[in-house]
């Protein structure tokens, strides 16, 4: 045991901030007899002898405790160098710390809890999404709770009725926004994802570079020669895939003799394949691509393709949106564009954590990637 502030803590809470000399000794001595990350125990011994405290973690670093509550109170920033910080958060995971939400909730006010209301969990999109927003809550000491539609794809039953007084604030799908009339204008900040940025009862949107994707879609298609495509577009109203398809019209149409037709679709494989089906075996111009809205619908059309007995992409260019696991797994993988989810949750959670503290969100587009693959070609190769 290292006696005096070291281990008591009541002289660490005057210190500077980035840790006095008696603790960075102290912090020294428990990591000589702390096992490290890759075989490290908590500094008040081996796993379950002990609950891991902000000491243990300030010893760690060899900083003082007012410095780790700072940190894991989100309260650093002009206070503790962002080194620093970092070096708290990932001792903090390192060492198993939990801090004691509901003391912290007393004493502020706050649950420290957000909510994520998604469509549903059918693809791992939504799941990587939510995976990025938990690591920044875990990072501030917060936690997210997960709402997936019951229905799966479209609106969510209203999920605040008994909720809302044990939230601090909702980050939510565009696809799932009937869900939240509850929410509106009801005093919690709301962030929603991939979502119109001119909706006023809305605190903050975090949003992917959506028509920039399409756009990709379409000026790479273009480029091989393709002039007659049918858009297998989602059936479901809300606003990412309007985008969508507005800015794959805007590209056709500067083009002339271009033209796109459009194909409404559920989301589902079998829903695509049909509606896929009936496109290919048009009486007049077949299209000579395929450009859907997800990569499901981009898996049901390289199934009817090959039912009709065409290629893909001999007879047919197919291209999906999302990069899923799916999109790899295909023959010929598909040509997709790359939307980043786990960051969509982490700038997400970070929004919405700027929000709390009385800071603007940052409002800048992620940028989205177009990976060419297999699935596309001139047409009539």
Known sequence: MVAGAGEGGSAAVGEDPEGAPAVRRAGARAARRAPTAS???????????????????????????????????????????????????????????????????????????????????????????????AQVAADHGFGVVLYPSPEGIGPARDPFDSARASLDGVIASSMAAEALAAVRGGG???????????????????????????????????????????????????????ERARALARAFG??????????????????????????????????TALVCDDDILAAGACKAARRLGLRVPEDVSVTGFDDLALASALEPELTTVRLPAEE?????????????????????ELPVELLVRGSTAAPGR
């Open 39 to 133: 075989g490290h125990v908590p500094a008040g011994g081996p796993p379950g002898t002990a609950r891991t405290t902000s000491r243990d973690v300030a010893r760690r670093v060899g900083v003082s405790q007012a410095t780790v509550s700072l940190v894991l109170g989100d309260k650093w920033r002009g206070r503790v160098s962002e080194r620093t910080a970092e070096a708290v958060r990932g001792a903090a995971r390192e060492l198993g710390y939990r801090p004691n939400l509901a003391a912290r909730s007393l004493r502020l006010g706050r649950t420290r809890t957000a909510l994520l209301v998604v469509p549903a969990l059918t693809t791992e999109y939504f799941a990587r999404v939510y995976t990025g927003a």
């Open 254 to 287: 500067a083009v002339s003799g271009a033209r796109v037709r459009t194909a409404p679709t559920a989301l589902s494989v079998d829903a695509a394949r049909q509606v896929a089906e009936r496109a290919l075996s048009a009486a007049d111009r077949r299209p």
């Open 344 to 364: 969509v949750g982490a700038r997400g959670m970070t929004a919405l954590l700027d929000l709390l503290e009385g800071r603007p969100a940052d409002g800048a």
């Open 188 to 242: 919690l900040p709301l962030v929603m994802l991939d979502s119109d940025p001119a909706d006023t009862a809305t605190t903050a949107t975090v949003n992917l570079d959506i028509a920039g994707g399409m756009r990709q879609v379409a000026e790479h298609l273009l480029a091989l020669g393709h002039r007659e495509v049918t858009h297998l577009a989602a059936d479901v109203d809300s606003w990412t895939f309007r």
